[in-house]
T-cell receptor, first 110, second 115 residues
Framework: GENVEQHPSTLSVQEGDSAVIKCTYS??????FPWYKQELGKRPQLIID?????GEKKDQRIAVTLNKTAKHFSLHITETQPEDSAVYFC?????????FGTGTRLQVFP | NAGVTQTPKFQVLKTGQSMTLQCAQDMNHNSMYWYRQDPGMGLRLIYYSASEGTTDKGEVPNGYNVSRLNKREFSLRLESAAPSQTSVYFC??????????????FGDGTRLSIL
């Protein structure tokens, strides 16, 4: 069935280091892959998304890569800062809805 | 623009009580969604409406009903609340029509506790 797996569930990095979060999906027909950031007590907010006709997309310190053959996509955050600390969710589009991963709690230590 | 507005922000119910969570969007979006968020389980889809006049079940629909009142409004009803429905509920909307290829915009959430 429809499934999105996300790893790791928690990630701790030192300020200035890079962070990588990985997701795999089950339906090869999926063609839209957004990433959301959720700060404590707040709503999820879109930070970047990628569509299946693109292999990589960058926006300042964040980038997403997509490997359709392997059915996985990743979020890369470079030069991490304390304000990057949050829960990050990946998602994959299925027919007319999104299926979300279970989230990664990123902690950036000064 | 307010985006997606949810009411109420907090609610405490007793087991067996009923209530309706309200959601409205002012972005002229076609699709609207209701999720619940529990610790360690991410966002799980309860119901969604891909266009005005249609609703469909998501991953966890049991114990809930929805109404797409018009293009702007999508409500979620708990007929007989149970402690297992204690959660944070998020409403979202999207421009997408019959294909999830557009971002979803979320409301601030409703924190619901059932005693």
């Amino acid at each position: 069935g429809e499934n999105v797996e996300q790893h790791p569930s928690t990630l701790s990095v030192q300020e200035g280091d890079s962070a990588v979060i990985k997701c795999t999906y089950s339906d090869s027909a999926s063609n839209y892959f957004p990433w959301y950031k959720q700060e404590l007590g707040k709503r999820p907010q879109l930070i970047i998304d990628i569509r299946s006709n693109v292999g990589e997309k960058k926006d300042q310190r964040i980038a997403v890569t997509l490997n359709k053959t392997a059915k996985h996509f990743s979020l890369h955050i470079t030069e991490t800062q304390p304000e990057d600390s949050a829960v990050y969710f990946c998602a994959a589009g299925y027919t007319d809805k999104l299926i979300f991963g279970t989230g990664t709690r990123l902690q950036v230590f000064p | 623009n307010a985006g997606v507005t949810q009411t109420p922000k907090f609610q405490v119910l007793k087991t067996g009580q009923s209530m309706t969570l309200q959601c409205a969007q002012d972005m002229n979006h076609n699709s609207m969604y209701w999720y619940r968020q529990d610790p360690g389980m991410g966002l799980r889809l309860i119901y969604y409406s891909a266009s005005e006049g249609t609703t469909d079940k998501g991953e966890v629909p049991n114990g809930y009903n929805v109404s797409r009142l018009n293009k702007r409004e999508f409500s979620l009803r708990l007929e007989s609340a149970a402690p297992s429905q204690t959660s944070v509920y998020f409403c979202a909307s999207s421009e997408a029509v019959e294909a999830p290829d557009q971002p979803q915009h979320f409301g601030d959430g409703t924190r619901l506790s059932i005693l």
